[in-house]
């Protein structure tokens, strides 16, 4: 009889396995491998020597060092209060807490263009805030920061607030009762256990920091080799009709993000060893 | 170090957690606390580590108060019912925690610490698992990492919430004992929490048996076993059957039984219940005076122990006995058989004197 070679194939709990994992393969393709991959080919239109002179332009060699500069100082800064941000919510019962904890999801939901010009009206040289300090902070690379800063706050609070909900009070108890205090307590428990979460969470507002591109625009002042980011050059180009060297910056902010977030994700997985065996 | 707790009251919101609580605790004692859940058992145990604050009360260790103290100060080793490793460290490193974040001062070298924790790890029989991740371990064997890191920092008290309540009957039996000798070796002044009357009676030099935030006795286990103070403490501490009749005369009247009850002659016709355990009902296969008719209606074979189902002829109410094997083929019972009963020893309580 023909199923009597039935019980050999391995048997699966959950059904579905072939049809989810053909529809993943087929989502992903579509949406993301497909879409980047044009951006290759058309690269390829244009000669080596042709492709190195678009990508070492000084203009965009500086723009690069604004965008991953900034990118990567707006992430630590999330990191960090962030991470204060989560602890504060997870820890304490304070009033308004339910509406603070929507109001950290606000970033997100905003069209990222009212951000930059709400910003703008407040650190411009005039502005509410800006009046106050002797230095330009809009239209400089700290106004980009602040942008950046502004846009990726919710990844860290999101990443971390789950995490440090399920660290049970009795390891820190264990810690104290062992004769640690607060500072120790905090860097040799917490941290430790935290520090997958917070990395993911910086990786992601970092990601998101280098493709922004609507709210930077109006607080950077988009002054070649000194605001100017990357994705601008990008929009500045499409707008000459030169999509090949579109394509040509974008290949080089892709390759680099792509090298970025899989050394973020190597970093990760080392820091991530401990807990799965 | 002996322990004083004094006065001791807790409150969480409206729920009495902790009333009046006053414990001697002498130095190198082994106590169980003793209780159901939500009897404040724990509580008191976080009271004394410093985990917990208490509101009216006093701690005193070797007399001097701990009551303002923090955890960190008071020295002692606190065991958690679910171990609270360091899952990100190796169990080396969870038992050395303590003597590494000393300070620089009193921090022993790198050396010294290694020698002490391999000794530790000796002690609890894991010297060979120094390398693995907490998830690697069984049940038993992280209760054991927690034990060896509780006891690296040499604390004066070691308190135990519950250390056995996670594992299954064999490792926690296996424990108990291990817990017994070690105690006897080093002679520290120990507290564990238990909802085991078992495990408390078979570990303990003293028991503390608390039911809502109050201590209903304080004793030997031999002493809270045999000479319960109130129907809740006999009932807690093992089965028992309820005997629900009147006193008059010196005696418990229950159905046909007449149980004289010494002491007793101050009562004339109170309601009063008879507590007896299952190993005090005595079987007779004959009529003797003294005793009821009864039908036998189950027999549970269990090892050495022979449980008895009994239905009382004359009130319609199930009985439990108990018999060693030999008193059972002595007797030759099976299901159905009438036998003769009566309670070798009874205690009697009066309802309104205890409230149940």
Known sequence: ?277 | MSIHIHNVSKKYGSFQALEDISVDIQSGELVALLGPSGSGKTSLLRVIAGLESSDVGEILFDGQSMTERHPKERNVGFVFQHYALFRHMTVFDNVAYGLKVRPRKTRPSKQDIKTKVMELLQLVKLENFANRYPTQLSGGQRQRVALARALAVEPKVLLLDEPFGALDAKVRKELRRWLRKLHDEFHITSIFVTHDQEEALDVADRIVVMNNGKIEQIGSPDEVYTNPKSPFVYDFLGNVNLFKGRLANGKLMHGEFALDVPDSHTHTDDNAIGYVRPHDIHIEKTNMPGTVPAKISHIHLLGPIVQIELRREDLDEFLEAELTKEQFFQLQLTIGDQVYIKPKQLKVFIPEDYSI
């Open chain 1, 1 to 277: 009889m023909s199923n009597v070679s039935l019980p050999k194939k391995a048997r699966r709990i959950i059904p579905g396995f072939h049809l989810s994992l053909g529809y993943t393969m087929l989502y992903v393709s579509l949406l993301v491998l497909l879409p980047l991959s044009m951006i290759f080919i058309h690269t390829m239109s244009l000669s080596w020597t042709e492709f190195i002179a678009i990508i070492t332009d000084p203009r965009a060699v500086a723009s690069y060092k604004v965008s991953f500069g900034t990118a990567l100082v707006a992430g630590i800064i999330n990191a960090i209060f962030g991470t204060i941000i989560a602890w504060v919510l997870v820890r304490y019962q304070f009033p308004f807490k339910r509406i603070i904890d929507g109001l950290v999801d606000l970033p997100f939901a905003l069209p990222t263009a009212v951000a930059g010009i709400a910003l703008t009206s407040l650190y411009a040289p005039n502005g509410w805030i800006g009046q106050f300090f002797e230095f330009k902070i809009a239209f400089s690379p700290l106004g980009i920061i602040i942008a950046l800063t502004f846009i990726g706050l919710p990844f860290v609070v999101r990443t971390v607030q789950p995490v440090l909900q399920n660290i049970s009070a009795e390891v820190e108890e264990a810690s104290a009762s062992l004769g640690a205090n607060r500072l120790q307590t905090f860097r040799k428990i917490l941290l430790p256990e935290l520090a997958p979460a917070i990395l993911t969470g910086f990786s992601l507002a970092f990601a998101r920091a280098l493709g922004e591109y609507g709210s930077v625009v109006f607080i950077a002042g988009n002054m070649p080799m000194k605001t100017e980011i990357t994705p601008l050059i990008i929009m500045t180009k499409l707008e000459q009709y030169d999509y090949t060297g579109a394509t040509a910056i974008a290949v080089v902010m892709l390759v680099t993000s792509f090298v970025l977030l899989f050394i973020i994700n190597f970093i990760q997985w080392l820091t991530n060893r401990r807990f799965v065996h």
